[in-house]
């Protein structure tokens, strides 16, 4: 079916519309660094920034001094990295299954969802964006950090309070992801997903179907497809992203990414670090720009989405 944000906006059922997205800004500073120089390049057009993460009120400055910037929230309720870790920004208590014994998120998605209720983990969310809020950064959407709002628990609850903010929720067709058969176990072990909790993404699958349909329903933008850079590329990083967007069929996709500068922050927070740093350096090459442009590839933000929103109800 003919996406109708894509209708809205004026595309055509044969155009190849794509939400080229960074995830994970202001986990540091090479992170913000990145995103601005992608979004002037072209090859970017939207982020979404780590509201816990310490760079945050620096981006909340460049995003009120630059409100042509499009940038959401995504909302973290773990922390993975060994060495570089954050809070909630709601301050539950040791009690709460929201943090560890050290007072930070749990650095696996399983354990969050293992030990805080939904309704904590709610809480947290709508800390995360009051703060945003209050240090003048108003979200043009909202998504999740390890996926793990999209877990069948959480996924309704998240978009209840997505709409009380009036703030885009990003929903995913969970089913196009095209999941492999299962995830790293170990939290340090790099994960082609980016961390996400693949398992809690398969059994939700039917419930974030619903409810991206019933937001569809009511006039409230959906992608049709995720797609994105894995952590770890075996071969040419350039020639994995071309073959990529080249392969994207009609319709509307998220296609997420990480990318982040070259610095000695970035390279003790993850060893990881080679892919982000590639995908920074990847999507600032020549050759991937003409690509996308040979491709027709049409290229959109969250801004545009959220412009067609149903107005909020008094």
């Known amino acids: 079916m003919f996406n109708p944000a894509l209708k809205q906006l004026g595309f055509s059922e044969q155009d190849r519309v794509v939400i080229i997205h960074a995830d994970d800004v202001a986990v540091s500073q090479a992170s913000i660094d990145a995103y601005l120089e992608l979004m002037d390049y072209g090859t970017i057009t939207t982020g979404s920034a780590m509201t816990p993460s310490s760079w945050f009120p620096e981006l909340a400055r460049l995003v009120r001094e630059n409100p042509a910037l499009d940038m959401g929230l995504h909302l973290p309720v773990t922390s993975e990295h060994a060495a570089y870790r954050w809070r909630p920004v709601s301050n539950p208590g040791p009690d709460s299954g929201l943090v560890d014994e050290a007072g930070y998120f749990h650095r696996r998605p399983a354990d969050t969802a293992r030990r805080a209720a939904p309704a904590v983990i709610i809480r947290e969310v709508e800390a995360q964006i009051r703060l945003s809020l209050k240090l003048g950064l108003t979200p043009t959407h909202l998504d999740s950090h390890h996926g793990i709002l999209y877990n069948k628990e959480l996924v309704r609850p998240f978009v209840v309070v ?3 903010y ?6 995913m067709r969970m089913a196009t992801m095209g999941l492999p058969a299962a995830s790293p176990s170990d939290p340090a072990a790099p994960n082609p997903y980016g961390g996400v909790d693949l398992q809690a993404i398969r059994d939700a699958v039917e419930s974030v179907e619903e409810t991206a349909q019933a937001l569809t329903t009511a006039g409230t933008p959906v992608p ?6 894995p952590i770890v590329v075996e071969g040419d990083r350039l020639d994995f992203a071309k073959k990529l967007f080249s392969d994207l069929q009609p319709g509307l996709t998220h296609f997420a990414f990480h990318p982040t500068k070259d610095t000695p922050e970035t390279r003790a927070i993850t060893p990881t670090w080679p892919g982000r740093v590639g995908d920074y350096e990847t999507f600032m090459k020549q050759e991937l720009k003409d690509h996308l442009k040979n491709e027709g590839i049409q290229l959109i ?12 109800q008094s």
């Open 162 to 164: 997505a709409r009380q």
């Open 166 to 171: 009036h703030i885009l929720p990003v929903l």
């Open 224 to 229: 049709d497809y995720i797609a994105g850079m």
């Open 301 to 312: 933000g969250y801004k545009a989405l959220a412009a067609l929103m149903p107005a909020r």
